[in-house]
């Protein structure tokens, strides 16, 4: 069964990233990655929920433990896209300020979104009623 350390580099590989690119995903320095990975600093709770918010496709029982699959079978669905990391990337090298004004701003996209299918739902379905009476 491998460390922890080879577990992280085994992730870190799966998903074809750099050390540096992994790192900046979920908000590690590379050198703190490379000191994990080689099994020179143990593996520490920031760094598995770090991991555990950027994928959650990772089972986390086997990232701490080794027992199990790397990936949850049940989740499929909950990687992220490629265009989903490249989101993720162009944030991550924002400041912070600017950060949560993109982030709200992109809450804010997504509610008047939903609101206007909503809209748009409801209109179509009143206008098939119409139509079938």
């Not at 577990?7 to 995903?25: D, G």
């Not at 049940?74 to 990391?85: G, K, T, V």
């Amino acid at each position: 069964m491998a460390a922890a350390n080879q577990r992280v580099a085994q992730i870190r590989k799966s998903k074809q990233l750099t050390q540096k690119e992994f790192s900046e995903l979920i908000g590690f320095s590379r050198s703190s990655l490379s000191e994990i990975e080689s099994g020179t600093r143990c593996l520490n709770l920031g760094l598995v929920e770090a991991i555990k918010a950027a994928y959650p496709d990772i089972n986390m029982d086997w990232l701490i433990t080794g027992e199990g699959e790397m990936s949850k079978k049940s989740a499929p669905n909950e990687s992220f896209s490629d265009e989903d990391l490249q989101i993720l990337r162009m944030l991550k090298r924002l400041p912070e300020p600017q950060k949560k004004k993109e982030i709200a701003d992109i809450e804010v996209f997504l509610q008047s979104f939903d609101e206007a299918i909503s809209h748009w739902v409801a209109n179509n379905q009143d206008q098939h009623h119409a139509a079938m009476a």
